[in-house]
């Protein structure tokens, strides 16, 4: 594997970027999602599909779940792009690759990704060094949420333009997060230009999800808990959607697992699904 040494993302980073790789390689096509630039990142041994979280059937609801939710985000950033908006938000981007995968939507607009600043020197070194660059529409935006810091704040300083609308997107973050934390997001997201969207997914409460899927959202749980990053945040949807207009957004949507798998994964031969657990909020300012 690639000398990764003190800086190397977190568990969690890698464990997506691998499960994204493993769905274009045990997967029937059609991909919900082809991304296996994030494996090109981590480079691993030749044995990385025999760890234990790399299992075919373990991992299945997890993979499904991964893909999902980053093709709603790239559907969603297409259509918005075809609408003028020219500003794209990656929150927690960890080893997100839509800059390096989709160049003809990325370059048309500006992309900043926010993250802690080690995982962003690291990930910048391996994209400098695998070729791909840094082009002048992608910004790394380093903020230690630890510390505090604005991520809106920081944005600005990385060329953000609150007048021009922007899609913002926080995707397995809100699990880790204290409810407070949460509402400030939202509330520093109503604040941008009209026109904006924000694309953000929760889990549901534990015991609100079906017998099999308890299991999987358990073994997340515990897995998290073990990584010292465990899960915090759960909600219904009427709670978070009440959040979120409290909040000072508008036009305020919940998009179910039901309603990803009725359009991502209808009809697939090798009965991939994606488990109820982790749904979306989408709202406007």
């Known amino acids: 594997m690639h000398?990764?040494?003190?800086?190397?993302?977190?568990?969690?980073?890698?464990?997506?970027?691998?499960?994204?790789?493993?769905?274009v390689q045990v997967d029937s096509p059609p991909y919900v999602l082809e991304d296996e630039v994030g494996l090109q990142l981590i480079d691993p041994d030749n044995?990385?599909?025999?760890?234990?979280?790399?299992?075919q059937k373990f991992s299945r609801g997890f993979r499904a779940s991964i893909v999902a939710r980053a093709r709603f985000i790239e559907d969603l950033i297409t259509e918005?792009?075809?609408?003028n908006v020219t500003q794209y938000v990656i929150l927690g981007a960890g080893l997100d690759t839509f800059a390096q995968r989709r160049t003809e939507i990325a370059s048309r607009i500006q992309v900043f990704e926010v993250d802690q600043p080690e995982t962003q020197a690291w990930k910048r070194k391996r994209l400098v060094e695998l070729?791909?660059?840094?082009?002048?529409?992608?910004?790394?935006?380093?903020?230690?949420?630890e510390a505090g810091r604005s991520w809106l704040e920081q944005l600005k300083v990385s060329g953000f333009d609150m007048n021009k609308p922007a899609v913002v997107v926080s995707t397995g973050v809100t699990q880790y997060l204290t409810k407070e934390a949460i509402t400030a997001t939202l509330r520093q997201?109503?604040?941008?230009?009209?026109?904006?969207?924000?694309?953000?997914?929760?889990?549901?409460?534990?015991?609100?999800t079906e017998s099999e899927e308890h299991s999987e959202v358990d073994t997340a749980k515990e897995g998290a808990q073990a990584s010292g990053t465990p899960f915090i945040s759960f909600f219904t949807p009427p709670e978070i959607i009440e959040m979120a207009r409290?909040?000072?957004l508008q036009e305020v949507r919940y998009v179910s697992s039901?309603?990803?798998?009725?359009?991502?994964?209808?009809?697939?031969?090798?009965?991939?699904?994606?488990?109820?657990?982790?749904?979306?909020?989408?709202?406007?300012t």
């Open 80 to 83: 918005q792009s075809n609408y």
């Open 3 to 23: 000398d990764k040494k003190n800086t190397e993302p977190d568990h969690t980073a890698i464990r997506v970027a691998l499960w994204r790789a493993l769905h």
């Open 189 to 208: 997201v109503s604040k941008l230009a009209p026109g904006s969207t924000l694309a953000m997914t929760f889990l549901l409460p534990f015991e609100s």
């Open 258 to 284: 039901t309603d990803l798998n009725e359009r991502y994964f209808t009809n697939r031969i090798d009965g991939l699904h994606l488990p109820n657990g982790e749904e979306f909020l989408v709202a406007t």
């Open 246 to 248: 409290k909040a000072g």
């Open 47 to 55: 044995e990385w599909r025999q760890r234990p979280d790399m299992d």
């Open 131 to 145: 070729g791909f660059g840094i082009p002048n529409w992608l910004h790394f935006v380093p903020v230690d949420f």
